[in-house]
């Protein structure tokens, strides 16, 4: 299971990366459009420190402090600084994962992030899926954006 997540992570942090560097108007990393309500370089930025957080420094205790209400509210963050810091995420993650132990993955998780106990690896698959969530979401503004 961890050479999967491993695998899993690396390819959609590789998507994200891809999905930024694809916006040929670098403004329109900061605008929404129809029911999307955050930017792709906000949601960049969430995901960013979404990932550092909860397995970065929960699972590999590594150090970071998350500003989350910066990850929604700051603006024109240059698309260079984005993929330095997406690259740094997929860094720490993949470092963090080729650390774990099965045991690892059946250990429970530090905070109860969605309300109730689970273990790393639950966490880690979900983890997953709300990167993907949020993928998506930045595919659809790029092709919305710059038609």
Not at 13 to 28: G, P, S, T, Y
Not at 33 to 49: F, I, M, Q, T, Y
Not at 58 to 86: M, W
Request: proline letters at 3%; a negative charge; aromatic letters at 8%.
């Amino acid at each position: 299971m961890i050479a999967e997540l491993h695998k899993l992570y690396s390819r959609d942090l590789d998507r994200l990366k891809a999905e930024m560097e694809a916006f040929q108007v670098e403004n329109n990393l900061w605008k929404t459009k129809g029911e999307v309500k955050n930017s792709a370089g906000n949601l960049c930025l969430h995901l960013n420190g979404n990932l550092r957080t909860f397995i970065g420094k929960n699972i590999g205790n590594n150090d970071y402090v998350r500003n989350r209400d910066a990850e929604f509210s700051l603006k024109d963050v240059p698309k260079g600084i984005l993929l330095a810091q997406t690259e740094e995420t997929k860094t720490i993650v993949l470092s963090t994962l080729s650390q774990l132990s099965p045991e690892d993955l059946e250990a429970p998780h530090k905070e109860e992030a969605l309300g109730y106990p689970m273990s790393n690896g639950f966490f880690l698959m979900h983890l997953l899926a709300h990167l993907s969530y949020h993928l998506g979401q930045i595919n659809y503004l790029r092709r919305v954006l710059e038609e």
